[in-house]
């Protein structure tokens, strides 16, 4: 697969994060980054950046669609974040909740 081709596929696994973010389908979301990342390794395992190998408009069409996945990953923080925050707040407000229990439940439990 070409580079381009492997930056065309990119775009198309961002485009259905972002639909799969809107949709809270976390599942689907992992498997479609873990997909992607694949493919990122992919491109770095192989020939240098700066290719001579592309012709300019081939640089100019990839630079376009690394411009389009990062919006799209901005798209996907935008809707996950809130979501991961809360998160955040529920999993350290249960934490000082035990640990609470712990440090004060032996005084707290009837004999």
Same mark, same amino acid.
């Given at each position: 697969?070409?580079?381009?081709?492997? %930056?065309?596929?990119?775009?198309?696994?961002?485009?259905?994060?972002?639909?799969?973010?809107?949709?809270?389908? &976390?599942? @689907?979301?992992?498997?479609?980054? +873990?997909?992607?990342?694949?493919?990122?390794?992919?491109? @770095?395992? *192989?020939? =240098?950046? *700066?290719? $001579?190998?592309? $012709?300019?408009?081939?640089?100019? @069409?990839?630079? *376009?669609?690394?411009?389009?996945?990062?919006?799209?990953?901005? +798209?996907?923080?935008?809707?996950?974040?809130? &979501?991961?925050? $809360?998160? @955040?707040?529920?999993?350290?407000?249960?934490?000082?909740?035990?640990?609470?229990? +712990? $440090?004060? *439940?032996? %005084?707290?439990?009837? =004999?």
């Amino acid at each position: 697969m070409s580079d381009l081709a492997q %930056f065309e596929a990119m775009l198309q696994l961002s485009r259905q994060m972002v639909d799969a973010a809107s949709a809270n389908d &976390w599942d @689907r979301l992992l498997a479609l980054e +873990k997909a992607e990342a694949e493919l990122r390794e992919t491109l @770095r395992s *192989g020939a =240098p950046a *700066g290719d $001579s190998t592309l $012709s300019t408009e081939e640089r100019e @069409r990839i630079g *376009g669609l690394i411009r389009e996945i990062q919006a799209d990953h901005a +798209k996907v923080h935008d809707i996950v974040g809130p &979501w991961l925050s $809360s998160v @955040r707040q529920l999993l350290a407000h249960q934490t000082r909740e035990r640990s609470v229990r +712990k $440090s004060y *439940g032996a %005084f707290t439990q009837a =004999p």
